[in-house]
């Protein structure tokens, strides 16, 4: 893959990014890399 092929969009984080990141925060694989809580849920 060339560099041209790659985009990369840098965001403030918002409301709509909420879900992503406790989807991302409750999987297992990554949870255990976070000294956090566990399985962060949306509520």
């Known amino acids: 893959m060339s560099s041209s092929d790659s985009n990369i969009t840098i965001e403030h984080f918002s409301e709509a990014h909420i879900e992503g990141i406790s989807a991302l925060y409750?999987?297992?694989a990554v949870a255990?890399?976070?000294?956090?809580?566990?399985?962060?849920t949306v509520n």
């Open 32 to 40: 255990r890399q976070w000294l956090q809580m566990r399985y962060v």
């Open 26 to 28: 409750s999987d297992p």
